[in-house]
């Protein structure tokens, strides 16, 4: 038998070896890929649940008649930083209706807020940021909820027939 047919050549050997090489590269760095994604995937879920958690233990209070104070509360909770903001409700960014446009029909309006009223106004925008550090770059989730401080809605005088009734957590009601 001749040497060529009983067995492989060094170069056939190190072709085969490359290419194994190769596909082995190639697979180690698909599967980190997938790794960190999992890992980004997580983190962000984590801090969807502390975001919705802090939203919902807001809402709670809003439901008993407890309205946060304007400003900003930082907290840290592991390694997520969290940004609850409240901030007067702009007013004046909403499209205004004629009560025939579908707009209101009688109840009370409520004042637009300006540099002076900014901080008595009814309606609160309640912002939650929660933020953590993803290799190089800032991740985060936000949450933004509405308020309203039942205390601060003017009433009019005289106690018509037509005032509005509160209920609940801030509900307007005839």
Do not use: H
């Not at 109840?107 to 309606?123: D, K, R, V």
């Amino acid at each position: 038998m001749r040497r060529s047919e009983r067995a492989f050549t060094l170069l056939e050997v190190m072709a085969a070896v490359a290419v194994v090489a190769i596909v082995f590269t190639t697979l180690a760095r698909v599967a980190n890929q997938g790794l960190q994604s999992q890992g980004t995937s997580k983190r962000r879920f984590e801090a969807s649940l502390i975001a919705d958690r802090a939203l919902a233990d807001i809402e709670s209070d809003l439901q008993t008649g407890i309205v946060p104070e304007f400003g900003e509360v930082e907290s840290e909770e592991g390694f997520f930083d969290v940004l609850v903001e409240v901030t007067p409700f702009d007013m004046a960014s909403l499209p205004s209706a004629s009560p025939g446009e579908g707009g209101s029909t009688g109840a009370a309006a409520l004042p637009a807020p300006t540099a002076a009223n900014a901080e008595a106004s009814p309606i609160r925008t309640i912002e939650i940021t929660v933020t953590w550090q993803e290799g190089f770059e800032e991740q985060r989730v936000i949450r933004t909820t509405f308020g309203l401080d039942r205390e601060a809605i003017p009433l009019p005088e005289g106690g018509g027939g037509n005032a509005p009734q509160l209920r609940g957590a801030g509900g307007l009601s005839r």
